[in-house]
């Protein structure tokens, strides 16, 4: 019965912590709002989710976010030294192509949208049958590096999360 009203039990508890944390300041009226959407959004959602993704190591998706985090705080800062302090005549943008070993499309989906968060990169397509990213950079002296850098600080990680 609970599974036929929160068939995604982690979306619901996460829409009722984003909303109370964009609303700012407690009050019943948001909570139960925010109740309402935690269960409306996964019921209305729910027959477009193929299935449950298999994580293997729930820790290592727990590792990986706060690797994330903290790659999204740091490029803050080195997006920043660029706007402020490199001349554009030395700016370096690249379209870079992120070669695949992962399968899972939740896997490619999570690396996908880690490169969109990180400032200074985004991952404009994927390749019809998922096996490269398209990903343009903000300043890639060396495009290889960098292809290099998210195979072995993202993609691996996710390799190990999911099957």
Same mark, same amino acid.
């Given at each position: 019965?609970?599974? +036929?009203?929160?068939?995604?039990?982690?979306m $619901?508890v996460?829409?009722?912590?984003?909303w109370?944390?964009?609303?700012? +300041? &407690?009050?019943?009226g $948001?909570?139960? &709002?925010a109740?309402?959407? !935690?269960?409306?959004?996964?019921? &209305?959602? %729910?027959?477009?989710?193929?299935?449950k993704?298999?994580v293997?190591?729930?820790?290592?998706l727990v %590792?990986?976010? !706060?690797l994330?985090?903290?790659?999204?705080? *740091?490029?803050n800062?080195d997006? !920043?030294?660029?706007?402020l302090f490199?001349?554009? $005549?030395?700016?370096?943008?690249?379209w870079?192509?992120?070669?695949?070993?992962?399968?899972s499309?939740?896997?490619?989906?999570?690396l %996908?949208a880690?490169?969109? #968060?990180?400032?200074g990169?985004v991952?404009?397509?994927?390749s019809g049958?998922?096996?490269?990213?398209?990903?343009?950079?903000l300043?890639?002296p060396?495009?290889a !590096?960098?292809? %290099?850098?998210?195979?072995? *600080?993202y993609?691996? +990680? #996710?390799?190990?999360? &999911?099957?």
């Amino acid at each position: 019965m609970i599974r +036929r009203i929160l068939p995604h039990p982690f979306m $619901s508890v996460l829409i009722v912590l984003v909303w109370m944390a964009l609303v700012n +300041r &407690f009050a019943w009226g $948001s909570l139960v &709002f925010a109740a309402m959407l !935690a269960v409306a959004v996964p019921l &209305f959602t %729910a027959p477009y989710w193929p299935g449950k993704p298999r994580v293997r190591r729930p820790l290592k998706l727990v %590792a990986y976010t !706060a690797l994330v985090i903290w790659d999204i705080i *740091r490029a803050n800062v080195d997006v !920043a030294k660029i706007v402020l302090f490199t001349p554009s $005549s030395d700016l370096r943008p690249a379209w870079v192509v992120v070669p695949l070993d992962l399968e899972s499309a939740e896997g490619i989906t999570v690396l %996908a949208a880690t490169i969109t #968060l990180t400032p200074g990169t985004v991952t404009a397509d994927v390749s019809g049958n998922g096996n490269a990213l398209l990903v343009h950079c903000l300043h890639a002296p060396d495009p290889a !590096a960098i292809v %290099a850098d998210i195979k072995s *600080r993202y993609e691996s +990680r #996710l390799k190990e999360i &999911f099957t």
